[in-house]
């Protein structure tokens, strides 16, 4: 019943831009942290970024900080990562994940209870 949802992955050359979706159905997402993940081929899942419920506190892996944005709308019961800046290396399976803590880990992802199916993202020219 509880249960996330990515959209807006696709094809996009390096430089250009994606914006991703985290929309959750069955519960709110107000009470929980949430964080983007992405597994590659060949590579171990990394977290990308993730935020706080009250959306007050942020992180990002040094990958992609300064390129990528963590953003949340409760009143939709959306994440969203802004992507620009693509590059090649952005090429994997993104996840979402709902933790129900405050802040939010990108190093732990089993404190994350709830997982997206994920959208694939592939920057290829």
């Known amino acids: 019943q509880l249960q996330l949802v990515e959209s807006g992955g696709g094809l996009v050359q390096p430089g250009g831009s994606l914006r991703l979706s985290c929309a959750a159905s069955?519960?709110?997402?107000?009470?929980?942290?949430i964080g983007w993940f992405r597994q590659a081929p060949g590579k171990e899942r990394e977290g990308v970024s993730c935020?706080?419920?009250?959306?007050?506190?942020?992180k990002y892996a040094d990958s992609v900080k300064g390129r990528f944005t963590i953003s949340r709308d409760n009143a939709k019961n959306t994440v969203y990562l802004q992507m620009n800046s693509l590059k090649p290396e952005d090429t994997a399976i993104y996840y979402c994940?709902?933790?129900?803590?405050?802040?939010?880990?990108?190093?732990?992802?089993?404190?994350?209870?709830?997982w997206g199916q994920g959208t694939q993202v592939t920057v290829s020219s």
């Open positions: 994940a709902a933790g129900s803590i405050r802040l939010c880990v990108l190093s732990r992802s089993y404190e994350y209870d709830y």
């Open positions: 935020i706080s419920s009250s959306g007050g506190s942020t």
């Open positions: 069955g519960f709110t997402l107000d009470y929980y942290a």
